[in-house]
């Protein structure tokens, strides 16, 4: 299924639904299985393999496919109540319905993980549209930092984000510059162990300063590393254009 998986909670909806809902048509239609053809029961099984990919994914899928395989033959199919199969028709009939459920698991869990990969991929790139155009701010100084300090607190949950540059020439030492702490009462509460990340920002090989984020949160994933990677590049740009922009004036005021 690609690289995007289901949540937790989904694939533990498509496995319940894969058992449950199997046992339950199993009990609605047992009481009428001289009355029904296994075309419609087959039918039947196979919705529930639908819905069961729609919920949690292959994984449930191709269980719920395994599962009304079973039931299929066992309840619904001559001899009923064993797995032998009186009739060579009802063999082909058997697995037909088997591998067309297995290949609509794949298909639609297929589908629908592209679906949802190119939908984690617009959030991505949206969150990267917002974090830079929060920095393209035509006033250099410590605001603008606190903005987009702010933005990536929020949206990454974490707790303190800090701000460090070097502040001489001979890159000895940093200075704190700008600190965002998130408010204690918006944020979750313990999601995971305590995480520090430290990007480094660099502008060639000169070396700007350092952007430090604090928090108790899971491990970043890989689209939130690849943002917060973008977004620290796009900030030791910023960072030499602001400290550029102190020379000029600063150079303007001395000859003046």
């Known amino acids: 299924m690609n690289a995007f998986t289901p949540t937790r909670t989904r694939l533990i909806a498509g496995y319940l639904l894969a058992t449950l809902g199997t046992a339950a048509l199993v009990a609605a239609f047992r009481p ?13 099984f196979l ?53 067309l459920s ?30 830079t155009y929060a920095l393209v701010d035509p006033r250099p100084g410590s605001e603008s930092y606190d903005f987009v300090l702010r933005m990536i607190v929020g949206r990454f949950h974490f707790q303190e984000a800090a701000l460090m540059i070097q502040p001489r020439a001979d890159m000895s030492g940093l200075e704190e510059v700008s600190v965002v702490r998130a408010d204690p009462s918006a944020l979750p509460g313990p999601v995971g162990e305590q995480l520090e990340e430290r ?33 620290s590049n796009q900030l030791a740009l910023v960072l030499e254009r602001d400290r ?13």
């Not at 009428?32 to 039918?43: H, I, K, M, N, W």
Request: hydrophobic share 55%.
């Open 102 to 131: 297995v290949l609509i698991s794949v298909l639609i869990g297929q589908a629908r993980a592209r679906a949802e990969a190119a939908e984690a991929r617009e959030r991505e790139l949206r969150m990267q549209q917002d974090l």
């Open 244 to 256: 550029l922009l102190r020379q000029v004036v600063q150079g303007g005021t001395a000859v003046s």
């Open 47 to 99: 919705a529930l393999v639908v819905v069961t990919v729609a919920v949690g994914g292959l994984a449930p899928g191709i269980v719920a496919s395994v599962l009304a395989f079973l039931a299929f033959n066992f309840f619904f199919i001559p001899p009923y109540d064993t797995f032998r199969i009186a009739d060579a028709e009802n063999v082909v009939v058997l697995f037909v319905f088997l591998g």
């Open 199 to 231: 990007l480094v920002l660099n502008v060639g090989r000169r070396n700007l300063g350092m952007l430090a984020l604090r928090g108790e949160r899971p491990p970043l994933e890989p689209s939130e590393r690849r943002i917060l990677e973008a977004f």
């Open 32 to 44: 009428f299985r001289a009355d029904l053809t296994p075309l419609t029961e087959g039918f039947s």
